[in-house]
């Protein structure tokens, strides 16, 4: 029970905030908009999936935003040069994993650390693109649009698998070997290479991992819309993370699970059409995501406290 | 040993690293002279400058913040509050500058205030406390403007700060080399400094010294929080308008610029002369690349990869006494005693 | 005689410019206890990390059954059947205690399901065989670092080990715990397995081992079997020079009352009900198991977890201490048990580790007199003989034995009135801990009032005026100094037999 205090904490906190709405603004109950909201949020959830990884694994990755947008433009060109959704999908998860590939070499290899590491790539991306595609956006082709499908049925799909992604994942944390490795690893690395596992090797697959899992997030985002803008994915690192945090996944490594994850992102994402319906202005939302996440940390802090060091 | 005692413990390593910045900084300027002819002019020192304030004002106070092993990501987001709020006293308070500025500035504190009180009074993370209240100072910015309003038309005298001259240099420039001065002397000649670094290397260490770590933490982020409000003055100034966006991705800049310095973000180690190279070669290789004829993305590129250099020169010995203080846990690797 | 279980052949290793180990030859058979012995910086540590796999050495060989083998990471060191209990244990604290155990036991291939019935349940008959009441499910940061030791021999019982190392595994347990970890040890021997012992403290090396190898200077100096050398033997192979007394006699009248404490006591950390009083030029030990509350009392008067019941005066006065701070302006000096984390700050010199205590007394207005600082810590280097490179030279740079002194002359710069040390010879070689004795004389002499926590009886036994018996959170007895061993353990366990340890 104490064991899964957070995940259970932030699953009620969300289910009140369901409720209240429920009495409050029944409106926001209508499947369609429901629908599309968790559409939207479909490519966060991977990336935050992804994210809580390496969160686990005691390591920040604050570039997934630039790799979110270089993988973009680069699947958006891909499908502009004709190219089926079927190479697409392989294509972009293996340009995300390259990106990945490349913290990961910094990080695991020169054992830099990886908050600044990620934040030279997260500039050296972002600039590079701006560099080559001077803020260009990339017109798609138009029956990439939800796969020639309809809204309703593309949504779904879209929906379907960024669920199935968490659900692996979230399995592979709990029962693989690999996945108790990350925890390990998060828990204290040196312990672990004592241990005989391989913290280097751990972590750099973390980092290839979110790149893939980043790359996969673009393919989400890109069937949504007739067009690629090459800025997407600004702030998607600090969203992801505070996703994460709220979860209740550890920022200390070696704690945490997706099913908080997966709760802490519907709550924040709840925050904005909340806000809608409650008639109050959209633009408190980012104030009160802050709180939130300032509430998460706080119960944590609490709660450390009264368990003791 | 030597004449003058060190500073820190690894002062040899960071010393060399700076010489290194320095070198940089000076090839970045006598390339950029001789491909822009109108690069070396005062104009144009005087433009970097007072394009460097702001950034550079938010990097000097990150200094002592990461030295003590903590982060504050909210200081962009806390500018762009400031800058808001001293553009509502102004217009809708009918608040004087001096009396606005006034204002924004203890705001300014008692934000940094609330950072301090929940990483020290709570001992929570840095890290997501500055990334809660990054995200609280932008929202409460956006909820006060209503996401469009924008501040303009201050009066002349106020734009002055930030656009006309004071004694021949840009008037910020005075305010930027008194802070820079103050936060030198209060992090190398001062036990706030010493604290600082030594609760940087080991918090738990700096306790059990008698050490009031509390207090000297809060401090740090406290004085964060009111020179932030003080860039966001100065940025309203020079753009002559205060909107909620002002400062975005600031604190990144400003992380940038000082690691680049050779500030270790394992805290311990670090300078603030570093922090300035890491300044004057950022804001150089920014404005140097218009002059070269490059796209000015190139800066961001550059400043990537200069920072990932910079680390994995710098990186190596810390590592080692990373290991070292992980090893704490294990039995140390002996070293043999000398004979008895 | 069968080839050997482990034979070391010549092995040298150098970190940078520092020769560790320098030819050593090494023998374990099966069921045998052979204990390594030698000063800090010896290269015990060292010789223990290449047989895990830790380190790599630089020449030399090792042979398994007489089979040699090529390199040894910690991988294959554990496929072998080698494990180690660390003096502080190496485990997971975030993770699980069946998890923690898991790790070591199942191979590492990443594909593999985790089966998490068979996981608590081999972790719970693991538990039972050593007789540990500890929860499966348990997380490790929760547990007392005994129980954390018994977590690690778990481990290594669950994975068959053949080859047992062991690091100063009774650092931290007391003598109850202690004889529990000496049964298991004999048990492990009688089947086969063979144990490196590593200790300071030479009664267990004498009770348990079967046979000592000496290192000194990173080479060893001789292997003997227990029953053919006496103390004063292998103190003279370590030091290469006899020791003629160990404890320095008493020589001082104790004064007026320092320290008092009333009824003292902090609930969160189970300490309560603690009536004492220190006076000048007195050593009060305070003796009793791991988890009695000695540390959690020296929190309490340092202020690092102030008293939330009780009173502590000074000289009479009512001091109110709420934290480190505080406790230093009281004339109150700490030094902590774990030096390397809290007595030092390894990565800064060693002058700037001096002042630390005393910043407004001599930084007035908060300003850095260099000067000033290098002049004192000359001073207190020369003092204390602390062997370093000088004032600039960082923390990490000193020996154990080294870096104990500067955390000693932190407290002294500030003249402390009372000076807690806790463990203060913990891990310190023999000659350190000859001078830090005469040096705690000496400052009783002086007239300042010492509170020696420590777990050596001898050592309380041969220091003290008066032995202060802790248990169960609270100061049960106090004996007078140069009492016998018997009765201090019998008021550290409580009259009668004890059933199990009491937290």
């Given amino acids: 029970m104490s064991r899964h205090f957070r995940e259970i904490s932030v699953v009620a906190a969300l289910a009140l905030v369901l409720i209240g709405l429920a009495f409050a603004a029944p409106g926001f109950f209508q499947p369609q908009p429901l629908l599309s909201l968790v559409t939207r949020e479909a490519p966060t959830l991977v990336v935050a999936s992804g994210m809580a990884l390496v969160i686990i694994c005691r390591q920040i990755d604050i570039s997934v935003g630039s790799q979110f947008a270089v993988c973009g433009v680069l699947t958006g060109l891909l499908a502009s040069l004709g190219w089926p959704v079927a190479t697409l999908v392989p294509a972009a998860i293996a340009a995300g994993a390259v990106l990945g590939a490349v913290n990961g070499t910094l990080v695991a290899g020169l054992q830099l650390p990886s908050i600044v590491v990620t934040l030279a790539t997260m500039v050296t991306w972002r600039e590079a693109l701006r560099w080559w595609r001077q803020g260009e956006f990339v017109d798609l082709p138009v029956k990439l649009q939800w796969l020639g499908l309809s809204q309703r049925t593309g949504q779904w799909l879209l929906v379907a698998t960024a669920l199935m992604v968490l659900v692996v994942l979230a399995l592979g944390l709990r029962h693989l070997a690999a996945g108790r490795h990350c925890y390990a690893v998060g828990a204290d690395a040196e312990a672990a290479r004592l241990a005989g596992l391989r913290p280097r090797r751990v972590t750099f697959l973390a980092f290839v991992l979110v790149g893939a899992l980043t790359g996969l997030a673009t393919i989400l985002n890109v069937l949504q819309s007739p067009q690629v803008d090459p800025k997407s994915g600004t702030g998607l690192e600090l969203k992801t993370i505070a996703a994460v945090v709220v979860g209740g996944v550890s920022i200390a490594g070696g704690r945490g699970s997706l099913w908080g994850v997966f709760a802490g992102l519907l709550l924040l994402a709840c925050v904005s059409p909340a806000l809608t319906h409650l008639r109050v202005e959209a633009y408190w939302e980012k104030a009160i995501q802050g709180l939130i996440i300032l509430l998460a940390v706080l119960a944590d802090g609490v709660r450390m406290r009264k368990t003791g060091p | 040993m030597s004449q003058t005692p060190s500073q820190s413990g690894s002062s040899k390593g960071a010393l060399r690293h700076e010489w290194v910045l320095l070198m940089v900084v000076a090839l970045e300027w006598l390339y950029f002279n001789s491909v822009g002819p109108r690069f070396g002019t005062l104009e144009n020192s005087f433009d970097i400058l007072r394009h460097s304030v702001e950034i550079g004002l938010l990097a000097l106070v990150m200094t002592p913040i990461i030295i003590s092993g903590g982060i504050d990501l909210s200081l962009g987001s806390l500018l762009g509050l400031c800058a808001v709020v001293f553009g509502k006293l102004w217009r809708d308070g009918g608040f004087s500058p001096a009396a606005a500025a006034t204002c924004t500035l203890a705001l300014g504190a008692v934000a940094g205030g609330l950072n301090a009180s929940l990483i020290t009074w709570l001992r929570l993370p840095p890290l997501i406390v500055t990334l809660g209240t990054y995200s609280l100072f932008r929202g409460l910015a956006e909820a006060i403007t209503h996401g469009a309003d924008t501040f303009t038309n201050f009066p002349d005298a106020f734009l002055a700060l930030g656009q006309e001259r004071f004694l021949g240099v840009p008037t910020q420039a005075h305010l930027f080399i008194l802070v820079a001065g103050v936060m030198w002397l209060l992090l190398h000649r001062t036990t706030l400094g010493r604290t600082v670094r030594a609760i940087g290397f080991s918090p738990e260490g700096a306790r059990h010294a008698g050490l009031p770590v509390g207090r000297r933490l809060a401090s740090v982020y406290v004085l964060a929080g009111l020179i932030a409000a003080l860039a966001a003055i100065i940025y309203t100034a020079r753009l002559g308008q205060a909107r909620a966006d002002a400062g975005t991705g600031y604190e990144l800049f400003a992380i940038t610029a000082v690691v680049l310095g050779g500030t270790s973000i394992f805290g311990g180690i670090g300078t603030l002369h570093g922090t300035l190279l890491g300044i004057a070669a950022i804001a150089i290789l920014n404005n140097g690349l218009v002059h070269a004829r490059l796209p000015r993305e190139a800066a961001g590129v550059l400043t990537g990869a200069l920072l990932l250099l910079a680390l994995s020169g710098t990186v190596i010995p810390q590592l080692w006494n990373a290991r070292r203080a992980r090893r704490r846990r294990h039995p140390a690797p002996a070293s043999p005693s000398s004979p008895p | ?503």
């Fill in chain 3, 1 to 503: 005689m069968s080839a050997p279980l482990l034979q070391l052949r010549q092995l040298t290793k150098s970190f940078g410019g520092a020769r560790a180990l320098r030819g050593v030859d090494f023998e374990l058979h099966a069921g045998e206890v052979h204990a390594l012995l030698g000063e800090n910086g010896a290269g015990k540590s060292t010789l223990i990390k290449i047989v895990t796999g830790a380190h790599q050495p630089d020449s030399g060989s090792i042979a398994l059954d007489g089979h040699r083998v090529g390199t040894l990471d910690p991988a294959t060191a554990h496929a072998l059947g080698i494990a180690c209990i660390y003096q502080q244990p190496a485990l997971f604290p975030a993770l699980s205690v069946m998890e923690n155990i898991a790790l070591r036991l199942e191979p590492v291939s990443p594909g593999r399901r985790v089966d998490w019935r068979q996981r608590r349940d081999r972790a719970a008959a693991l538990l039972q065989r050593l007789g540990a009441n500890i929860q499966p499910d348990a997380t490790v940061s929760t547990l007392s670092m005994p129980a954390q030791q018994l977590v690690e021999i778990a481990c290594a019982l669950g994975a068959g080990a053949r080859i047992l190392l062991m690091d100063e595994p009774t650092a931290s347990l007391t003598q109850s715990e202690q004889l529990r970890l000496f049964a298991v040890i004999r048990e492990l021997r009688r089947n086969g397995v063979g144990i490196i012992y590593i200790s300071h403290r030479l009664e267990e090396i004498f009770s348990l081992a079967d046979r000592v190898t000496v290192l000194r200077d990173g080479q060893s100096v001789g292997t003997h079997a227990t029953s053919a050398i006496d103390e004063p033997a292998l103190i003279r192979l370590m030091v290469g020079r006899e020791l003629t007394q160990i404890y320095p006699p008493a020589g001082s009248v104790p004064g007026r009352v320092i320290l008092a404490a009333r009824e003292l006591g902090h609930a969160a950390s189970g300490v309560h009900h603690v009536s004492f009083e220190v006076r000048a030029g007195e050593v009060l030990g305070l003796a009793g198991m791991v988890g009695a509350g000695r540390t959690e009392l020296a929190r309490i008067l340092f202020g690092l977890t102030p008293a939330d019941a009780g009173e502590i005066l000074l000289e009479g006065k009512r001091a109110a201490i709420r934290s480190p701070r505080e406790a230093v302006a009281e004339g109150i000096g700490y030094v902590p048990e774990d030096r390397r984390r809290h007595g030092v700050i390894l990565e800064m010199p060693v002058a700037e580790n001096m002042t630390m205590a005393i910043h407004p007394r001599i930084f007035p207005g908060g300003w850095l007199r260099f000067g000033r600082e290098r002049a004192l810590a000359l001073d207190y280097i020369r003092a204390l003989d602390v062997k370093c490179a000088g004032p600039e030279a960082v923390g990490s740079s000193l020996s154990g034995g080294n870096q104990q002194k500067v955390s000693l002359a932190r407290w002294l710069v500030t003249k402390p009135r009372v000076l807690i040390l806790d463990e203060p010879t913990q891990g310190v070689d023999v000659a350190a801990k000859g001078e830090i004795h005469r040096l705690v004389r000496r400052l009783t002499q002086e007239g300042m009032a010492v509170v020696l926590i420590s777990s050596d009886l001898t050592e309380v036994i041969g220091m003290c005026d008066r032995i202060g018996v802790m248990r169960g959170g609270t100061l049960v007895s106090i004996l007078p100094g140069r009492t016998d061993a018997h009765a201090v353990m019998a008021a550290a366990l409580g009259q009668g037999p004890m059933a199990g340890g009491s937290a």
